[in-house]
């Protein structure tokens, strides 16, 4: 069974600051995906990016990057010079490939971010 | 851009009463899944549909529950006999044919049973 861990419920900061979304994961198998989607207060699910278990190196979207570190099953995200329309809930999620199946994914919970101008 | 469709945004109904939600996935894809996820928690993967037939399902997928493909484009989840535990956003999501495809998910349906 796979499990993902988000221990972060809520954070606020303030507009301009950085901050750092914590994701730890739990799956057996050697193949896997691990993704981010944001859920904005009008609540659809937005695709942020997904990783694959063999690829460790860490991504840079604009002010949007990711750590992936297999040696602690984690898959942190972190936003830079936060602003105010990153508010909204961010989940991180995993998909494992253990043979056939139809891959659905596992949520965390939920980080709620605040970003206060 | 190709987007998931779901209908309607916002479903009321009474406690015992079937619904029916509809989501339009992308037009190439061919895996559709449905998601729950009771307010404030986290989403739940609920059922998967390949082929058309059900691939998979999750414990929370019990006889009241059904999916269908009715056509060519619709693919839809129906509540028999709703209860109040029932409320939730429904999240419809479709991928391509590889299963390291990308889910991209719907607007959502919120349901609220009264």
């Known amino acids: 069974a796979q499990k993902v861990t988000q221990a972060q419920t809520e954070i606020s900061v303030v507009e301009k600051e950085d901050v750092t979304l914590d994701c730890v994961y739990e799956t057996r198998d050697t193949t896997y995906y691990l993704f981010w989607y944001k859920q904005p207060p009008s609540g659809e699910l937005v695709f942020l990016i997904r990783r694959n278990s063999f690829d460790e190196q860490n991504e840079i979207s604009g002010r949007y990057s990711w750590n992936f570190q297999k040696s602690t099953s984690s898959f942190n995200f972190t936003i830079t010079a936060s602003q105010v329309v990153d508010s909204a809930v961010y989940f991180c999620a995993l998909i494992a490939y253990s043979g056939a199946g139809s891959y659905q994914l596992t949520f965390g919970k939920g980080t709620k971010l605040s970003v206060i101008p | 851009e190709p987007e998931v469709t779901q209908t309607p945004s916002h479903q009321v109904t009474q406690m015992g009463q079937e619904v029916i939600l509809r989501c339009v996935p992308i037009s190439n894809h061919l895996y559709f899944y449905w998601y729950r996820q009771i307010l404030g928690q986290k989403v739940e993967f609920l059922v998967s549909?390949?082929?058309?037939?059900?691939?998979?399902k999750s414990e929370i997928f019990d006889d009241q529950f059904s999916v269908e493909r009715p056509d060519g484009s619709n693919f839809t989840l129906k509540i028999r006999s709703t209860k109040l535990e029932d409320s939730a956003m429904y999240f419809c999501a479709s991928r391509g044919g590889y299963s390291t495809d990308t889910q991209y998910f719907g607007p959502g349906t919120r349901l609220t049973v009264l």
């Open positions: 549909f390949y082929n058309n037939e059900i691939s998979e």
